[in-house]
């Protein structure tokens, strides 16, 4: 079987009869097991993805339309997405063997269209990381470099993709944890406006930043798996209700862009020449369409991170304090009486980096210090968000590269926790201030290959025009 | 502002951890640098600015209507649970009340 | 210690009143809010905690609260947040507690207290919506305890009062009032019993004269009026002895012990109650348009404290029976819609008090039930007003009778029963001088200075009259016939 790139060619091959959903389906399984040393998948639901395509294949025979949308789509979902019946562990050992009551909204959307989900993918713990290295289940390699990280917390969705075991891939993104693994990895990654996808059935890991995403190998794809994702929801009170565009319809843009870039950015110490090479000629290529490239000031660049931290370990903290082996989840079988099994229990299932950030935000909420730290980040979350839509005011887009460098060796950065925390810097923008944003593959590095991606920032719920610009780059 | 052991005991209780002393150790190193870092945000002047709370702010309620719907019931509620009996979630004693 | 020094110290109270609401659903998932229930059976993946879920507020808890603060007088935040209250409990499934402490929905009012024939304004720090925890049973084995979480969720309303009660018996007419005021309002059943009005005192002491507070000490969960009396005054006590000793009294959660009557230092569930509000990021503002206030002002009954001032100045009662009167709604609509069938009010009170409550209390039916109408009622008090039946014999006759027949007129019934009194001069003065000639020694014995034979005579003219003269008329002619 040939590989694929696009739903669209699926779905020409599926209608001329020359594959079927269960072959594409069994297809997509011999990949997975034939990449099951970058451990991406933490499940795989073979049989029942084979029998869903089967039925999908009978249903499309006697009324194609009934088959939905995205009869063809095989996708995987990160480990933080729960799925009625099926287990979510969250990439952690403190929920392991839980099995959720409910689907998350978004599957429920893709499913009623017909999607088929093959398994369930590898990440951070609780989302929390860049690297993919704090999972219980183990680290996830890159199909570019095995020796190399994907990216995290997504890092499994986003190799998903890469290393051809799915059409595209549902993740979530908090920092960056959907756009910099599809940076690293060489595929496309879409985080939408905070809001324009239901959080409920999503881990909670930073409740006002948090939001699904997409992987895939084309602009098409991701936006009508956003299409058919986005909207209000019963279940979602910051769920935003605006309509939802026809965003798998209206995908020309023929019109000149006005695309900011911060040279604060571009000329940051962090920055990998090779990164910034790939950057400079993206934009001379924009340039030379004819679209209008201009620097804008920001004077905040060196404060998201701290801000950003502060923010989202504190909500996590709190988001993480239902672990507790009480009504769900992994007990200690050491302890004696109740507190001492809160504190074994949640000891014993939780990583160091999970610890880490719950301490931390424990602390930056604290009474004495709320003010100080919690506060105060709020106050420059609102500088960043303003200023940020300030420039969306007067430019299309905003163009930022999508991580300082290319995918670096497993075991590298897991013993500084400030460096990984700095290396979001380029992503975290658009979580602070709410608005969509799009990795895009961007070439290889010349000196090591490995992939590259630049970042394209949109106004709030301006999906349309940020992936309609986006296809104009990467057809 | 430092991060000492005695804080991070503190820590420890309110978030219901228990760390070894090597851990311990390793997190007030961690804490104290990420806190470096942190700190970075002190030398920003916001007076006046309001804190960001909600990111979107439609200005409309989205609350629900008075009804009941999409219980559970009892066996799905307890099918999770680490320790339960027919009707209820188990737990140790709760040696202080 | 001699009594004296007690006196010299004033006590100084603040409550914390929970009010669970009666609503039909949770304050943020459709869960089955009602009280009882198979347990764990009222329960959903979101009041569970389960990882994924998030809150969706209840837009009647906030109807509730806004009636609530209305009724008492507060400003109502139009724009008000919801915050999380962080801390580890087995019975509470998220690890939080979704509340209100920055932007409560209702600040400030009052709530009138009933001191004997006296009102004292309670001031009101404010009012704010949160969610209730589940059940933790501890008494049922000696190894586990076991949770319940049908309750985890339900809506509550917490009031706040400033620290203005002065004694065990204001807080009880608070927690009267509280409970008088919730159910008038049809927002909650208000039974401390069940668990639907809960109690948290704030007590501290000073000497008399002092303007600074003193240390305060919280005695959590006072689920009855009368534990409430036993542990403050136990608290009180314990206080004063402690400072006389030279001691100082310490900020501590308490618990109250109703079988030894003495108040311990509950071992604390939150180190040093470091709750690390910070706002919910998973909730919106509540936003109070003028439709949806305007709705919640139109929604208010007639308030007890507003029916005991129209009952005593426009309809004379005395404060025992407007006291009576306003207890329930129920009641006191009863009364206001008897009165407007008849200007006799305060006949209209005693009817309803000594006959008609008795038997609400008797039968547990509703005064709507009552056999008789209300133009039945009122045409019965007409009949003793225009003295047709002596107030005695419609009591003991004629109100038995009617409601064996409701369907009769009163008057016709009062006839039929030849229960209608007669003033006609005539017929009463020959009676009268038939029980004068029958008794010529008690006439002499009266007409020598014994006025009190008036009795006795009054008795005979009843008796020969079969009940039916009228006393006034009768004493009358007695009296001229009787004149020396």
């Not at chain 1, 944003?437 to 490995?450: Q, S, V």
């Not at chain 3, 507060?74 to 939080?96: E, H, M, Q, T, V």
């Not at chain 3, 919730?182 to 019993?193: F, T, W």
């Not at chain 3, 409430?228 to 206080?239: G, S, T």
Request: aromatic share 8%; with cysteine; charged share 25%.
């Amino acid at each position: 079987m040939k590989s694929y790139a696009k739903l669209s060619d699926i779905q020409a091959d599926l209608r001329a009869g020359q594959i079927t959903c269960r072959q594409l389906v069994a297809f997509y399984l011999e990949q997975i097991a034939a990449t099951k040393h970058l451990n991406a998948y933490i499940e795989v639901y073979a049989d029942e993805a084979l029998q869903r395509a089967q039925s999908l294949d009978e249903r499309y025979a006697t009324d194609p339309a009934s088959a939905g949308r995205l009869y063809g789509m095989v996708i995987s979902i990160k480990d933080v997405i729960c799925y009625k019946d099926h287990q979510v562990t969250g990439g952690s050992h403190i929920l392991e063997g839980f099995t959720s009551l409910f689907s998350a909204t978004a599957v429920e959307r893709l499913l009623a269209e017909g999607a088929i989900i093959i398994g369930r993918t590898n990440c951070d713990e609780f989302a929390m990381g860049s690297t993919n290295e704090t999972s219980y289940y183990g680290p996830t390699k890159n199909a570019a470099d095995p020796s190399r990280i994907p990216g995290g917390s997504s890092g499994g969705a986003a190799v998903a993709v890469q290393a051809g075991t799915c059409l595209a891939a549902l993740g979530s993104d908090t920092g960056g944890s959907v756009r910099q693994p599809a940076a690293f990895c060489g595929v496309i990654g879409l985080k939408p406006t905070y809001g324009r996808i239901s959080r409920h059935g999503l881990l909670a890991y930073g409740s006002s930043f948090d939001q699904i995403g997409v992987f895939s190998h084309s602009i098409q794809d991701a936006a009508l798996l956003l299409e058919i994702m986005a909207g209000a929801d019963e279940y979602d009170s910051t769920a935003g209700r605006r309509p939802v565009p026809a965003y798998s319809q209206r995908l020309s843009f023929d019109r000149r862009a006005r695309i900011a870039y911060l040279p604060e950015a571009l000329e940051h110490p962090s920055l990998d020449p090779g990164v910034r090479q790939a950057c400079l000629q993206f934009l001379e290529k924009l340039t030379g369409a004819g679209h209008i490239v201009e620097p804008v000031s920001f004077e905040w660049l060196d404060y998201i991170i701290p801000a950003y931290y502060v923010l989202t370990t504190a909500e996590a903290s709190s988001n993480l304090a239902r672990y507790d082996g009480i009504r769900y989840g992994y007990r200690s079988a050491d302890a004696h009486n109740l507190e001492a099994a809160y504190r074994k229990s949640r000891s014993e299932g939780f990583g160091a980096e999970a610890k880490r950030r719950i301490m931390l935000g424990a602390f930056v909420l604290s009474a004495g210090y709320y003010d100080a730290y919690y506060a105060k980040a709020q106050q420059v979350r609102r500088l960043i968000r303003d200023t940020t839509l300030d420039i969306l005011s007067k430019y299309d887009f905003i163009f930022m590269p999508t991580a300082p460098n290319v995918a670096w060796p497993l075991g590298e950065t897991i013993d500084d926790p400030v460096a990984m925390y700095l290396a979001d810097i380029f992503t975290v923008q658009a979580n602070m201030a709410g608005i969509p944003a799009i990795a895009l593959p961007a070439g290889n590095h010349p000196d090591n290959g490995l992939p590259i991606g630049v970042q394209l920032m949109g106004a709030p719920f301006e999906e349309e025009a940020l992936l309609a610009f986006s296809k104009q780059i990467v057809p | 502002m430092k991060i000492d052991q005695q804080l991070i005991s503190r820590l420890e209780q309110l978030t219901r951890l228990e760390l070894t002393e090597a851990e311990k150790f390793r997190l007030e190193g961690d804490l104290n640098n990420i806190l470096a870092m942190v700190e970075r945000l002190q030398s920003l002047d916001t007076t006046g600015v309001e804190p960001l709370a909600y990111i979107n702010d439609e200005g409309e309620n989205t609350w629900r209507e008075d009804e009941v719907q999409n219980q559970a019931d009892r066996e799905e509620a307890l099918k999770n649970a680490p320790d339960r009996d027919e009707h209820y979630f188990r737990t140790l004693k709760v040696i202080d009340l | 210690m001699s009594n004296s020094i007690y006196e010299q110290y004033e006590t100084v109270i603040g409550l914390e009143v929970h009010v669970q609401l009666a609503t039909r659903s949770k304050a943020f998932c459709g869960d089955d809010a009602s009280f009882g229930g198979e347990p764990n059976t009222h329960v959903s993946a979101i009041s569970l905690g389960h990882p994924g879920t998030l809150p969706r507020l209840n837009k009647q808890q906030a109807a509730y609260a806004v009636r609530l603060g209305l009724a008492l007088g507060c400003r109502i935040d139009p724009a008000s947040a919801f915050d999380r209250k962080n801390y580890f409990y087995a019975d509470l499934p998220k690890g939080y507690q979704i509340t209100q402490d920055r932007r409560p929905i209702c600040v400030g009012g009052a709530l009138p207290i009933k001191l004997g024939e006296t009102w004292k304004e309670i001031r009101l720090h404010h009012i704010h919506m949160e969610e209730d925890a589940g059940k933790s049973i501890h008494d049922q084995d000696p190894r586990f305890s076991f949770i319940d979480l049908n309750r985890a969720g339900v809506p509550l309303l917490e009031v706040v009062t400033e620290p203005e009660l002065r004694s065990a018996e204001e807080v009880d007419a608070f927690m009267s009032g509280m409970q008088q005021l919730v159910r008038y309002l049809g927002i909650s059943d208000g039974n401390m019993e069940e668990g639907s009005m809960r109690c948290d005192c704030n007590v501290s002491v000073r000497r008399r004269g002092d303007t600074r507070l003193g240390e305060r000490c919280e005695i959590k969960n006072l689920n009855s009026m009368r534990y409430a009396r036993r542990a403050i005054a136990y608290e009180v006590k314990r206080q004063i002895d402690l400072i006389e000793a030279g001691g100082k009294v310490a900020q501590e959660t308490l618990h109250f012990d109703p079988d030894t009557g003495v108040t311990s230092p509950l071992r604390s569930k939150e180190d040093a109650h470091d709750y690390r509000y910070f706002p919910e990021p998973d909730l919106p503002p509540v936003l109070l348009d003028k439709i949806f206030l305007d709705a919640q002002e139109r929604a208010l009954p007639a308030l007890p404290w507003h029916l005991y001032v129209q009952f005593r100045n426009e309809y004379q009662l005395t404060d025992y029976d407007a006291g009576l009167l306003i207890e329930d709604r129920e009641t006191a609509a009863y009364f206001q819609a008897l009165c407007a069938q008849t200007p006799h009010k305060k006949a209209a009170a005693n009817l309803i008090i000594n006959k008609i409550l008795p038997w609400r209390r008797e039968t547990g039916a509703e005064l709507a039930d009552f056999p008789l109408t209300l133009p039945s009622l009122a045409a019965f008090l007409q009949l003793i007003d225009e003295g047709k039946v002596s107030n005695a014999i419609a009591y003991q006759r004629l109100l038995p009778a009617l409601m064996e027949n409701p369907s009769k007129a009163p008057l016709a019934l009062a006839q039929e029963l030849e229960l209608i009194q007669t003033a006609d001069t005539d017929l009463l003065g020959e009676l009268a001088d038939q029980v004068l000639a029958a008794n010529p020694d008690k006439v002499a014995a009266y007409k020598k200075g014994k006025t009190g034979l008036m009795g006795f005579f009054m008795g005979e003219m009843m008796r020969l009259s079969k009940g039916q003269a009228d006393p006034k008329t009768t004493t009358a002619l007695l009296a001229e016939k009787l004149k020396v």
